[in-house]
């Protein structure tokens, strides 16, 4: 395995990593433009504080996006541009793995993340829920708690297929990858 094989599976798990944070931020994004969405119908804001805070949401997720897109499917842009391969004396590194093994790999670990952070928090809040019906008996309750056990179901769900589809997850980020050289046969010669 090289240096650059290295680099490009560590920034590919980082561009995983950070499209997962940038899905969990979704609807709490939605939620904020539900508020300004609110409070603009009294008047509280005024025009132009809405336009730029809906604006800035939204510029946010595009850069967010698109950095996680960079990262994944633009790896080896990432590397020449910050010249990570340079300054090593060696040109392999003595190591007998399979970058699509660590990609799948990775893909694993943060699908348990995400479950391990979601699975409490959903459960917190279903507990929660129940709580408050039982105390309202009846009357209207709020729908505070109904996004937040949407967003954890959702991020159970996520965590789950991650787990699940892990080798399709894996073949999709390989197959869509800007790095040339991987066949089956270049595979070999790194591992060599």
Avoid at 104 to 123: C, E, K, N, R, Y
């Amino acid at each position: 395995m090289t240096y650059r094989n290295l680099f490009n599976i560590v920034i590919k798990i980082l561009g995983i990593f950070f499209l997962k944070t940038t899905i969990e931020l979704i609807p709490q994004f939605l939620q904020l433009i539900q508020f300004i969405k609110n409070s603009a119908s009294s008047f509280s804001t005024s025009v132009f504080d809405t336009v730029y805070v809906i604006f800035s949401v939204i510029a946010m997720l595009a850069f967010d996006l698109i950095f996680s897109y960079v990262l994944i499917f633009k790896s080896n842009y990432a590397i020449d541009k910050l010249k990570l391969t340079s300054g090593f004396d060696q040109e392999t590194i003595p190591m007998e793995t399979d970058r699509k093994t660590i990609i799948g790999i990775s893909v694993i670990i943060i699908g348990g993340l995400i479950l391990a952070d979601s699975v409490p928090l959903f459960l917190k809040q279903v507990y929660n829920y129940y709580i408050r019906r039982k105390i309202n008996l009846g009357m209207p309750s709020t729908v505070s708690d109904t996004p937040y056990l949407i967003l954890y179901g959702a991020k159970i769900i996520v965590g789950l297929l991650l787990m699940g589809e892990q080798k399709r997850i894996t073949g999709l980020i390989y197959k869509y990858t800007d790095d040339k050289r991987n066949t089956p046969d270049s595979d070999n010669k790194d591992n060599v």
